[in-house]
């Protein structure tokens, strides 16, 4: 498996780790993150040079519409006919989970770190990465049920004006207008607000007008409808251009009933995966999916606790992040010096009762968002993040196997027991302190990545601090008592020759001694030799030389 991960991709150096082109320079700081460019000629090795240097220094822009949903227009709390429905989708903790703030610089950091080919994060502590139960937690929505199935990433203009008629209670002309602006089957977030404005108040009308029971529940179902649809077009189907929402996320919510039967948190997480895989590209520069999972970090961008948190609340609400760093530089040098002491790889222990762990995060193979959103889920390779001692994994295309469609791949994942899972063998034995690892793992890993990235500067500090303090520890451990061994060795000589010896009884005795006098001669002799070197005959030579008489 040597050099499979993080060397080449298509035959070229790979450009998501830019450690495979420092090593062929001798860098002696971090580079500099000038903004200034050069003109190049298109095709020269100026311009390839170019190239890698946007990628060094290139910074993400991380697509967030959480502002947009905290502001967004709620119906009042006694409209239980609305919230019933939306509680029952399972969708309703997505409205607390969105930050107004998203530290673009943490995610340009861990998308340097993104290998598509494990779908997980290589740092010098190992692999990790987002895992089922992690979106379980974070923000409490379905990880079991059916992925999303569609084919390709957007239906046809004609299928979506159909749709939006039907279940949206929106025009064709003016969806057809929409669709123009948007150039394809799009609802931009505008749009989509008015709509469920729009049919909001028509329920509310046809109510108080007591209209057929049938026209009143088509309005209420459309504006269930509208809102659902902007609710998961503004977090986790958020794409790179943050302004509309795809109308073929609609087909899965034509009946409300079944709307908690779709795998929303698999899916999510694939859109997610799939962004970053993108990311890993040199000329990408924006990373769409729901980048708050990256945010509920305490450690990264000094965010404070959330005041209206409670314990049965998703866990991306209990800190509130800021800004962050000014540049990714800092956010990329703590991952490089990153311990392994440093990481809480069960973070989600006291939140158990409310969350408990469900048996379908140790499914391993594809996860889906539609056809052409495919991305391999394999927990084996982060066996610490559910508490077991890490292992060296298989090879990934051992894990998930090529050739499957969605059709095989849903499957696959409905009937996980069967085959697709992480088995009690597999896992091997719980971790005792959470950051355990076979014997070799580690170096296993540092030769098949590149976990870390950035080259060692000058004046880098010490790592860990008292490293000076281990190393005396570790010198005084080893060495020996000589007088100790030499009294031993007496008085067990001693002992044999106060009876008759035979010739192999006396060999014996010799090559005991010889095993015990080597720890004397391995410590005594770098003393010897310092003493016997004649460096002090020298310089009392050169000393009397200097004194001696002048001419």
């Known amino acids: ?116 080919k494990t779908g997980t994060f290589h740092l010098p502590i190992g692999e990790v990465t987002i895992t089922l139960d992690d979106v379980s937690c974070l923000l409490h929505i379905p990880i079991t049920g059916k992925m999303l199935n569609h084919l390709g990433t957007s239906c046809t203009t004609e299928e979506g004006e159909d749709m939006c008629r039907e279940y949206l209670n929106f025009p064709r002309t003016k969806c057809r207008a929409e669709f123009k602006k948007m150039k394809g089957a799009h609802i931009g977030f505008p749009m989509l607000e008015k709509i469920y404005a729009a049919n909001l108040r028509r329920a509310l009308k046809a109510e108080e007008e007591e209209e057929e029971e049938k026209v009143v529940q088509n309005y209420r179902d459309c504006t269930i409808r509208a809102f659902l649809l902007y609710l998961i077009g503004g977090t986790i189907f958020t794409n790179k251009s943050m302004q509309y929402v795809d109308v073929i996320f609609l087909t899965y919510l034509q009946d409300l009933s079944l709307v908690n039967t779709w795998n929303w948190g698999a899916s999510g997480l694939t859109y997610l995966y799939h962004y970053l895989e993108k990311a890993t590209k040199p000329r990408c520069g924006n990373h769409g999916g729901y980048n708050c999972m990256f945010q509920h970090f305490k450690r990264f961008g000094g965010g404070g606790a959330g005041e209206k948190y409670s314990h049965r609340d998703p866990i991306c609400t209990k800190y509130l992040p800021l800004k962050g760093y000014k540049y990714p530089d800092e956010h990329m040098t703590t991952l490089d010096r990153m311990e392994v002491d440093e990481v809480t790889f069960r973070p989600y222990e006291d939140h158990r009762h409310i969350r408990p762990f469900e048996d379908i995060s140790w499914y391993s193979g594809w996860i889906m968002c539609g056809s052409a959103m495919i991305s391999p889920y394999l927990p084996e390779r982060v066996l610490r993040q559910f508490g077991h001692v890490q292992s060296i994994p298989r090879h990934p295309d051992e894990s998930a196997k090529a050739g499957l469609n969605r059709f095989t791949i849903g499957e696959a994942f409905a009937n996980y027991l069967v085959e697709n899972y992480v088995t009690e063998e597999m896992r091997g034995p719980r971790a005792q302190n959470g950051f355990e690892t076979v014997p070799g793992y580690i170096a296993w890993f540092y030769r098949v990545s590149h976990p870390k990235l950035w080259p060692t500067i000058e004046g880098n500090p010490a790592s860990p601090a008292n490293l000076e303090v281990l190393i005396e520890e570790d010198n005084a451990a080893d060495k020996q008592d000589v007088f100790k061994i030499c009294r031993m060795v007496i008085e067990e000589v001693n002992g044999k020759l106060d009876g008759e010896l035979t010739l192999e009884e006396a060999r014996e005795v010799l090559k005991k001694v010889v095993r015990d006098l080597e720890l004397v001669a391995t410590y005594s002799l770098p003393v010897k030799r310092k003493r016997d070197s004649g460096e002090g005959s020298k310089k009392k030579k050169k000393k009397s030389g200097e004194e001696g008489p002048s001419h």
């Open 1 to 116: 498996m040597t050099g499979e991960v993080g060397r080449t991709r298509g035959g070229r150096e790979s450009r998501a780790h830019g450690s495979a082109r420092r090593e062929l320079v001798n860098v002696d700081k971090i580079p500099s993150r000038a903004k200034g460019k050069k003109v190049v000629v298109a095709g020269s090795s100026e311009a390839q040079e170019e190239i890698e240097e946007q990628m060094e220094c290139r910074y993400l822009r991380c697509m967030n519409n959480g502002k947009k949903i905290n502001e967004f227009t709620l119906p009042k709390s006694n409209l239980h006919w609305f919230w019933d429905v939306v509680k029952a989708s399972g969708l309703q903790p997505l409205l607390k989970t969105n930050y107004n703030n998203l530290d673009w610089r943490l995610l340009t950091a861990f998308t340097e770190r993104w290998q598509p």
